[in-house]
């Protein structure tokens, strides 16, 4: 169709002026986009730039090296090891199967490990480093490397792990650490960023776990550039991690070592302390377990055995177990008598065998009765009439007035998990508690530490080194932290007159030395190595009539849970008194003859510095003890001390 | 110098068409495509391959091909129009059943060599056809609703096709080309009020829809709408586009990081850096300043165009080439206004700088139209 000239003009004219009004449209489009433009890249410029950074960079936490834990001489207790492991990369290893296969035929990896690993590895993005085996020895580990080319992967790594060097020894003092669980992070309410680096582990059990704070160190970051799938394109700045603060003990590892070894097979405790300063030297529960168990990860079977033990194993019974003293209570009530002015040195008091009061008969220990009684006698033979008579003269507010100035029935703060407070029972306290008046009964159960009274092995440590040193010594067991020494301060003194004390000095002193003395048969010889002590022995049943009528049942035909508890303390060296000691036996019968043997030889032990010679023992015992010795499971040599600075301050 | 005469009084022949070509134009087109090319390059991590070398030889046949529509005589085209159209809708018929699927939708056919997209050459061809056919009305009949409604059938076969394919964005700039190119033919403007009214009742009617039986839009296009409409909803799923691509913008400033060293690039935080989110990559590099050179760039061609198409005093040629330069403008807007977080993301890629073939060659013949409009203006 042939257009005519004027169609063409109008035509034109038409899409002119349309093209106007889309060209307006063109230049008020391009106009917004422009200004869209302006405002993203201009005017929020700034927070788009660090939304960009947030995207970029990521923050890796670097684990802190937790600090080390020494005995008082620098013996290592807790450090660090590597902990040789092999991870693989899933996107670098090709065919995953065969090259864990290849693992497998080169490290000892049970099927369920590879199982689990074959899980993990599949469950986590392809560039991200998988765990498959850990523990390793060096000789795995060197194997794994010669193999490198035909396992494509695989990485051999290095970290840390705890480890304790001394193992079982020290798990009652030292503990152990594990990993972080969310019941953990609820208890605490610690926030700390380096809980949630993974396999992180916290202490979670005595020392490991009271200083934590201090050992824990500060996490360090890695600030990377991520891409968005989160690989780690490149390390952009590094911020160390603070390693933690290094923690000495008070307590020495040989005589640690000595006491736990002296006391295996028996369900014991037992505690020394440096009567000068307060020092814990040693803090000993037997049986124990080896800590490393619970680093690695305890199977069931073993946390089942350890758990079902009737010794308890897990159980710290110098410090947790509450025991009644038994006849090492009598010291408490015969200074509470002088101080009070109740009894005089001389005055005697007759023993019959038994004395009534209020209704019951109150027996001693002897049948038969000790004869008149004074009161260096009464402590040497401990006579228990002596005590109820002298009891009822002091009463039991002064007694355990006298009790908590010596460190029982009061908390002694340790940095350990189960610290027990005892009990110096009062009127007031049973009137609470029962809600029943106190009786003089009750008096006299008290004053041979039988009744209501309850005390730990450390109780009577420290009780002890209070009556040896007649000063108020509070237990300690850091020595330093991160080199600058703790504590140090001199006690305060008891407010004792020191010739009560010397006089119950030497009623202990005959305890031991005098061969009348409960614990003669446990002497030591050679004055400087004398030994001031006291035996106790106490009942963990009520007697019944029935067997009251059928006579005394010995210790030894009762089943063991029925057996009384054996019980020493003391001291020594008895002129200038250094060491004390406390020692329990559970159940194991008299405290002559199941816990003085113990608390001499470990007292021993302690003022030798080294497993004592036999001629410190009595002439027909040396061999009986060298065999023991020679049996017990103790450091062939002490254990080298670290390299690692001690004192920095 | 004589190609930017445009009252020329006769047409050149042979050879000398070369020197009559809107070289103005081609230089634009070239300097446009560069971006392209270094961006791609930027994207790949300093590297021509996989994208930036593959868009250049693509770019380069487009050029030629360019050269050759532009030899060739406007009116040769215009008789072609009805064809082109229908081989077009014959291909959109042909993906329909039997072409390759890619994200979801059918989009392709494998060439070999490349992918062919016939939803793209829709764009072009049925401006084309549009063009053809308004050249053919009485001026007088424009308005008549018998023939608004044949044009409205040309439109809508095609827009129909690509929207079950499914490709929203493609579907509605063929819409929007055609619909163009009804307002410059002169249509009563009742029309365009009455169908941008339908237009809010129909997206009313698509939002009240959702959820139920007769669903218009599938779940990933409601999403889409969602997070355009509030990207920080789900900055992981389905925001993460439009978040990210704006960090990337944003985080450009007035000057940007520089060369190879944008973040959000080398991080793999923005996908499909490389086709549809490429205008934020060069945003992130090059700042305020880039982006809006790129702008520039754009509407400088845009202009080219336009004034050819005043030029020309052939009807058909000056609707084609103001169809091409709407068809051309839609492209770019709606792909900026998407990176940005003005308009929901569609998938459009940005003209002459996404890496495609299919989108670059139609482009490249469509200028190569626009070439030809310009050389044949004589009368």
Redesign the interface.
């Known amino acids: 169709?042939k257009?005519t000239q004027k169609?063409?003009e109008?035509?034109?004219r038409?899409?002119?002026r349309?093209?106007l009004?889309?060209?307006g449209v063109?230049v008020g489009?391009?106009a917004?986009?422009?200004g869209?433009?302006?405002y993203?890249?201009?005017e929020?410029?700034d927070?788009?730039?660090l939304?960009?950074?947030e995207?970029?960079i990521n923050l890796r936490l670097l684990p802190p090296e937790r600090g080390l834990i020494f005995d008082r001489s620098g013996v290592l207790l807790a450090g660090n090891e590597q902990n040789y492991r092999i991870t693989l990369v899933r996107e670098d290893a090709g065919d995953v199967d065969a090259v864990l296969d290849e693992v497998a035929r080169l490290v000892n990896m049970d099927l369920r490990a590879l199982e689990r690993a074959r899980e993990e590895i599949r469950r986590r993005p392809g560039f991200v480093p998988v765990t498959i085996a850990d523990r390793l020895s060096w000789e795995e580990m060197s194997s794994v490397a010669v193999n490198a080319p035909a396992l494509p992967g695989v990485n051999p790594e290095v970290g840390l792990s705890r480890a304790y060097p001394l193992g079982a020894d020290f798990a009652h003092v030292v503990g152990y650490v594990g990993p972080v669980s969310d019941w953990y992070l609820e208890q605490t309410g610690d926030t700390d960023p380096v809980l949630q680096i993974p396999d992180f582990q916290v202490g979670r059990y005595n020392v490991e776990d009271k200083v934590e704070d201090v050992l824990r160190g500060r996490a360090g970051t890695s600030r990377v550039?991520?891409?968005?799938?989160g690989r780690v394109?490149r390390e952009v700045d590094r911020d160390p991690a603070t390693p933690g603060g290094d923690v000495q003990l008070t307590v020495d590892a040989g005589l640690q070592n000595y006491v736990e070894a002296r006391m295996s097979g028996e369900s014991a405790g037992a505690v020394v302390m440096d009567c000068v300063s307060g020092e814990v030297l040693a803090i000993a529960s037997a049986p124990t377990f080896d800590p490393n168990l619970f680093v690695r990860g305890i199977s069931t079977t073993q946390w089942a055995g350890l758990n079902e033990d009737p010794y308890r194993p897990l159980a710290n019974k110098a410090t947790q177990g509450l025991y009644p003293p038994g006849s090492t209570y009598k010291m408490v009530v015969a200074l509470a008598a002088l101080e009070g002015g109740f009894i005089t040195a001389n005055e005697t008091i007759p023993c019959a065998g038994s004395i009534e009061v209020g209704n019951r008969r109150f027996h001693c220990w002897r049948r038969g009765g000790h004869g008149r009684m004074n009161l260096l006698e009464s402590l040497s033979q401990s006579c228990d009439v002596y005590y109820y008579e002298l009891a009822q003269r002091v009463g039991i507010e002064n007694i355990s007035a006298m009790a908590r100035r010596l460190g029982c029935g009061v908390r002694h703060d340790l940095p350990l998990s189960g610290i027990a407070e005892g009990l110096a029972p009062t009127m007031d306290w049973k009137r609470r508690r029962f809600d029943e008046e106190w009786v003089v009964g009750d008096t006299l159960n008290a004053s041979i530490g039988q009744g209501f009274v309850l005390s730990s092995p450390l109780h009577l440590a420290v009780m002890t080194a209070r009556i040896a040193s007649g000063r108020a010594l509070e237990p300690s067991l850091i020595r330093s932290i991160d080199g600058v020494r703790q504590g140090g301060e001199d006690a305060p003194g008891l407010g004792i007159d020191p010739a009560h004390l010397a006089l119950v000095h030497r009623g202990m002193w005959q305890v031991s030395n005098d061969p009348r003395g409960t614990a003669y048969r446990s002497r030591t010889m050679g004055d400087a190595y004398a030994i001031a002590g006291k035996t106790g022995t106490s009942q963990v049943r009520n007697i019944t009539a029935a067997e009251r009528a059928a006579g005394v049942i010995r210790n030894e035909d009762l089943p063991w849970e029925r057996r009384d508890h054996a019980l020493f303390v003391g001291f020594a060296p008895f002129d200038n008194p250094r060491y004390a000691v406390s020692v329990l036996v559970e159940h194991g019968g008299g405290g002559s003859t199941a816990a003085a043997p113990i608390g001499r030889d470990i007292l021993l032990r302690a003022q030798v510095g080294d497993v004592p010679p036999p001629e410190l023992y009595p002439v027909g015992q040396r061999r009986e003890i060298e065999a023991m010795h020679d049996s017990l499971p103790i450091f062939e040599t002490p254990p080298v001390p670290s390299g690692r600075e001690l004192t920095r301050a | 110098m004589s190609f930017l005469e445009y009252n020329v009084k006769s047409t050149p022949t042979g050879w000398r068409k070369i020197l009559h070509l809107n070289w103005a134009l081609a230089l634009l087109l070239v300097s446009v495509a560069s971006v392209g090319f270094l961006m791609l390059y930027s994207v790949a991590g300093g590297s021509f391959s996989p994208w930036a070398e593959t868009q250049m030889q693509r770019f380069a046949l487009g050029f030629l091909a360019m050269l050759i529509v532009a030899m060739v005589p406007i009116w040769f085209w215009r008789n072609m129009s009805v064809l082109a159209y229908v081989v077009s809708l014959l291909l959109l018929l042909y993906v329909e059943f039997f072409g390759a699927t890619g994200g979801g939708a059918q989009r392709w056919i494998d060439l070999g060599f490349m992918r062919l997209q016939p939803s793209e050459m829709a764009k072009i061809t049925v401006v084309m056809m549009l063009a053809a056919y308004y050249d053919w009305l009485d001026l007088g009949k424009v308005s008549h609703p018998l023939f608004v409604a044949i044009p409205l059938l040309i439109i809508g076969v095609p827009v129909g096709l690509t929207f079950i394919q499914p490709d929203l964005g493609t579907s509605l700039l063929i819409l929007m080309g055609g619909g163009a190119v009804l307002f410059m033919a002169g249509v009563h403007w009742l029309y365009f009020a009455s169908v941008i009214a339908l237009g809010i009742g129909a997206v009313t009617a698509v939002f009240s829809s959702r959820g139920t039986d007769w669903a218009l839009l599938a779940d990933y296009q409601y999403a889409r709408i969602d997070t355009f409409l509030d990207p920080s909803s789900d900055p992981l799923g389905a925001g993460y586009h439009i978040t990210q691509s704006q960090i990337a913008l944003g985080s450009g400033g007035w000057t940007g990081r520089g060369f190879m060293q944008g973040t959000q690039i080398r991080g793999d935080f923005l996908p499909e850096s490389h086709t549809d989110f490429i205008f934020p990559t060069l945003a992130e590099e090059f700042g305020f300043v880039g982006a809006a050179s790129l702008l520039l760039l754009y509407v400088l061609i845009l202009i080219f165009c336009i004034a050819t198409a005043l030029m020309a005093r052939d009807r058909f040629a000056s609707l084609l080439v103001m169809g091409i330069a709407v068809t051309f403008f839609l492209y770019f807007a709606v792909n900026m206004a998407m990176v940005m977080g003005l308009a929901p993301v569609v998938g459009v890629p940005l003209p002459l700088v996404s890496y495609g073939g299919s989108a670059m060659l139609v482009l490249m013949v469509a200028f190569g139209l626009v070439q030809s409009a310009h050389i044949h203006r004589a009368r």
């Open positions: 169709m257009k169609e063409i109008d035509s034109a038409m899409i002119g349309r093209s009004i889309v060209g063109f489009t391009g917004v986009l422009a869209r433009m302006r993203l890249q201009v929020r410029a927070d788009f730039r939304l960009a950074e995207n970029r550039e991520v891409n968005a799938s394109m």
